[in-house]
C-alpha cells in the first residue's frame, strides 16, 4: 500500500497508509483529512483520541479502531467514541506487543471486540467487515421483517438481566446486534437469536453493549458553565447556613460527569463573596456495574 504523509485536507483513498506529521493533530470530517494546531501542551497530547473520536463522529457505525503496540493509554477515549456509534474495535493481545500499555488500556476499558495478535487482526477484520451489512435497514424494513425477531431479542435480555430494552430505538437495537453477529461471523438474526438462546456470555456481552454510555469530563461546556455561574451559586445562597446539598446522577457510566459536578461545585463555592462553606454529598447510579466499580476507583487528569 501507498504510504503518505497527510496533508491538510487530504481525502482518504482506498490502499493507502496516512501518516500524521510531527506537532499536529489531525481530524477527518466528510472522507478528508484535516490538520490541526494541537491544544494541549506538549507531554499531554493524545492525537489518537482526537482523530478517533473525530473518526467516530464522520463514520458512525462504520468508524473502526484499531490499537497496536504503545505506551500510555492514548487512545482509549477514542474506541469509546467508536463503541459509542456502534462502530468495531480491534486490538492487539497485548502479551504480543512491545509496549502492551495501550491495548491493556483498551482492554481493560471493555473496549475491544476482537483480541488477537497483530498478524491475525488483518483476517479478522476482514471476516467482520464481509458479515457486516452496509447500512442499517429502514424504519419500515425492520418493521415488516425483523420487529418479531428484536422482540425474541429483548424478551431473552430481560429473562437474562431484569431489564427491558423493548422500548429502545428499532435501529439502534439492529446496529448492536448487527455488530455482535460480525464478531461472532453469524450470518442470519435467526441464527443469532438461537446462538443468545445457548449462550448466557453471550447475552451479557450485548446486555453491556447496550450500556455503551455517552460520557466524558465536562461533555457539553455551556451547560457547566451556566450551572457554576448561575444555578449554584442561587441554590448556595437559598439554603440554610451549614445545610449540605445533594445531587444524583443516574446512568453516571464511570463516573465522569459525578467528578465533574464535585468540580464544578467546589468552583462555585469558591467564586462566593463572602466565601461559602458547605458540603455536596453526590449520589451516582447506573445499570452496568462494571462502569460503577470504575467510577468508585478512577482517578481523573486535572481539567484544562
Not at 429483548?154 to 431489564?163: D, F, K, S
Request: proline share 6%; net charge positive.
Amino acid at each position: 500500500m501507498k504510504v503518505v504523509q497527510v496533508r491538510d485536507r487530504t481525502p482518504v483513498r482506498p490502499e493507502c497508509v496516512y501518516v500524521i506529521p510531527p506537532n499536529k493533530d489531525m481530524s477527518i470530517l466528510r472522507g478528508m483529512l484535516y490538520l490541526l494546531a494541537p491544544v494541549a501542551p506538549r507531554g499531554l497530547r493524545l492525537p489518537i483520541d482526537v482523530f478517533l473520536r473525530s473518526l467516530a463522529q464522520d463514520q458512525r457505525e462504520r468508524s473502526i479502531g484499531v490499537i497496536l503496540s504503545g505506551m500510555g493509554a492514548d487512545g482509549t477515549l477514542g474506541l469509546r467514541a467508536i463503541r459509542e456509534k456502534a462502530g468495531v474495535v480491534l486490538v492487539q493481545e497485548p502479551t504480543t506487543a512491545k509496549f502492551d500499555g495501550m491495548p491493556r488500556s483498551a482492554i481493560d476499558a471493555g473496549l475491544a471486540d476482537i483480541v488477537a495478535p497483530a498478524e491475525e487482526l488483518p483476517e479478522k477484520l476482514i471476516a467482520f467487515l464481509q458479515r457486516a451489512s452496509p447500512r442499517a435497514p429502514s424504519k419500515k424494513a425492520i418493521s415488516t421483517n425483523m420487529q418479531n425477531v428484536l422482540g425474541d431479542v429483548c424478551v431473552l435480555l430481560r429473562a437474562h438481566t431484569g431489564h427491558d430494552f423493548s422500548l429502545y430505538k428499532s435501529n439502534t437495537l439492529y446496529r448492536r446486534l448487527e455488530r455482535r453477529m460480525g464478531i461472532h461471523k453469524i450470518g442470519k438474526m435467526t441464527d443469532y437469536v438461537r446462538y443468545l438462546e445457548e449462550n448466557s456470555q453471550e447475552l451479557d456481552l450485548l446486555f453491556k453493549e447496550m450500556l455503551i454510555g455517552v460520557t466524558n469530563f465536562f461533555r457539553d461546556p455551556d451547560a457547566w458553565q451556566q450551572l457554576r455561574d448561575q444555578a449554584l451559586p442561587e441554590l448556595l445562597a437559598s439554603r440554610s447556613s451549614g445545610q449540605a446539598m445533594r445531587a444524583w446522577v443516574p446512568g453516571c457510566s464511570t463516573g465522569e460527569e459525578v467528578y465533574s459536578l464535585a468540580m464544578t461545585f467546589k468552583e462555585a463555592m469558591d467564586k462566593c463573596r463572602p466565601r461559602e462553606n458547605g458540603a455536596l454529598q453526590i449520589f451516582g447510579t447506573d445499570l452496568d456495574h462494571d462502569a460503577i466499580d470504575k467510577a468508585r476507583h478512577r482517578s481523573g487528569s486535572r481539567r484544562h
